[in-house]
C-alpha cells in the first residue's frame, strides 16, 4: 500500500523532486526485461490488471471500470514532472518478447525527505519466473546510481507472502509489524515495512554481493 511516499518522471527519462534528488534515466534493460515510463498506450495494461480479481485480494481497492481505468490513465500521464512531494511515478516491465509482466511505482515521501516508497504488480502469468524480483532490483540499483535517495520503503500486507519472499529476496529487511492496521477486503490485516538504504545496495555490489532476485 502506497500511503506515505513521490517523485517525477515521464517520457525521456526525467525523475526528479522538489528535494532536488536527481534524474531517474529510462527506459533501462536486464537480461529479460524493459523497464520505462508508462505511456498513454499502457492503458490495455490496466485493463488486463482489471481483469484479474485476484490481483486485487491485497489492495484497498476494487478492479477498475473501463472509466475508472481511463482517469488512472491521465493521472498517470500527468506525472511527467514532480515539483510537488506526493507524487507517484508509474514504470512499466516489459520482457524481452515486448509483452507486459507488469508495473512498479515510485512515490516520494510527503513527511520524511529524499525517502521513496516502491510497489509492485505482476500479471498473473508471469508469476513465479522472477520477473518482478529482477525488476525490483534493477529498479533499486537505479535508484541508488541516479538519485540522490536516502531510503527506500516498501509496505506489504499480511497474507501476500508472494511480496513478502520478493522483498526479502531484493534485500529488504523488515523494520516493523503494523498489527490489524489495514482494513482490506473487510478485515482488519496486519502490515509488514520492509527498507533498505541505497548506500546498502552499493556495499553489497562493490563487495560481490546479490540481492538474489528468484528466476
Known amino acids: 500500500m502506497v500511503r506515505r511516499y513521490g517523485i517525477r518522471c515521464g517520457p525521456g527519462g526525467a525523475v526528479a523532486t522538489a528535494k532536488a534528488m536527481g534524474r531517474l534515466q529510462l527506459p533501462v534493460a536486464t537480461e529479460r526485461l524493459l523497464i520505462r515510463a508508462f505511456q498513454e498506450s499502457d492503458r490495455s495494461f490496466e485493463v488486463m490488471v482489471s481483469e484479474h480479481p485476484s490481483l486485487f485480494v491485497n489492495l484497498p481497492i476494487e478492479p477498475r471500470s473501463s472509466s475508472e481505468i481511463d482517469q488512472y490513465v491521465q493521472s498517470r500521464l500527468g506525472f511527467k514532472s514532480f515539483d510537488e512531494v506526493g507524487q507517484t511515478c508509474a514504470l512499466i516491465v516489459e520482457s524481452d518478447a515486448g509483452d507486459y509482466v507488469g508495473s512498479i511505482q515510485l512515490t516520494s515521501s510527503v513527511v520524511e ?15 513465479g519466473r522472477g520477473f518482478m524480483s529482477e525488476a525490483v532490483a534493477r529498479v533499486v540499483a537505479l535508484v541508488s546510481e541516479s538519485l540522490v535517495a536516502h531510503r527506500i520503503v516498501a509496505e506489504v500486507v499480511g497474507g501476500n507472502d508472494a511480496s513478502v519472499r520478493l522483498a526479502e529476496g531484493t534485500g529488504f529487511r523488515r523494520e ?10 473487510r478485515e482488519w490485516r496486519d502490515e ?24
Open 176 to 185: 516493523a509489524q503494523l498489527v490489524r492496521s489495514a482494513f482490506i477486503k
Open 192 to 215: 509488514y515495512v520492509y527498507a533498505l538504504l541505497p548506500s546498502e545496495h552499493d556495499r553489497a555490489t562493490t563487495a560481490g554481493g546479490s540481492t538474489n532476485p528468484a528466476r
Open 113 to 127: 525527505p529524499l525517502q521513496l516508497q516502491i510497489g509492485w504488480i505482476t500479471l498473473p502469468q508471469h508469476h
